[in-house]
């Protein structure tokens, strides 16, 4: 694929914003953050947690997600 863009197949995770993991295929959104925690799209700081409770811009990602 010289250039496209191409979904993996394959299971996801089950862990959610806060959840320790060390690969994208340990969470439920598919994006494991800095190798350590789980992390997802986000609209407000209410829908982030734990060690990751701001909702930011992360340039390479259309949507806000929760960061530290």
């Known amino acids: ?10 299971v996801r995770g089950e862990g959610g914003v806060g959840a320790p993991c060390t690969t994208n295929e340990a969470c ?3 994006v494991c953050f800095d190798d350590r925690l789980c992390t997802d799209e986000c ?14 811009t992360l340039i390479g990602f259309s949507a806000k997600i929760c960061l530290p």
């Open 1 to 10: 694929l010289k250039g496209d863009c191409a979904c993996k197949v394959g």
């Open 28 to 30: 439920g959104s598919a």
């Open 43 to 56: 609209e407000t700081n209410a829908t982030c947690k734990g060690e990751i409770p701001n909702c930011k």
